[in-house]
């Protein structure tokens, strides 16, 4: 009885290499696009910002930016459901600053980002990113 059983188990476990080879081969002609994990070029300001609904868009947008800087951007702001027409209520923009990069720079790594749409700059260092329509602002408020 022993026997059967441990012949049994090894013709099962032979068909199963088997299928799992046959398997292997018919896969290597198949073309599968990756999708890449751009959060980890980027940081939370805090815990509370909501990056996680970023489209692959705006974070491969902020992946350029840090490739362009050779640092992380860190995001100050991300979504913001009730905040009106912004792109932010979409999850579509983010406000960002790199630690030890011109703003300049930033902005110039900002325009030659691929998909970039909104690009604005805060006079407080602020750079903010978007994927809605190509435009581009500069906001001062007066005290």
């Known amino acids: 009885m022993r026997i059967t059983f441990r012949v049994a188990l090894a013709c099962l476990l032979a068909l199963g290499l088997d299928a799992t080879v046959e398997a292997g081969e018919s896969q290597k002609h198949r073309v599968t696009k990756l999708n890449h994990d751009y959060t980890a070029a980027y940081t939370l300001q805090r815990v509370s910002v909501r990056a996680g609904c970023f489209p692959t868009k705006l974070k491969a947008i902020l992946a350029h930016i840090a490739v362009e800087t050779k640092r992380k951007p860190i995001i100050t702001s991300g979504h913001r459901p009730h905040s009106g027409t912004s792109q932010h209520s979409h999850c579509y923009a983010a406000d960002i600053r790199v630690p030890g990069v011109s703003e300049k ?28 329509p190509k435009r581009t602002w500069t906001h001062c408020k007066r005290r």
């Open 105 to 132: 720079r930033v902005l110039a790594a900002a325009a030659t980002a691929p998909g970039i749409g909104g690009i604005g700059r805060y006079c407080n260092g602020l750079v903010h990113v978007d994927i809605g």
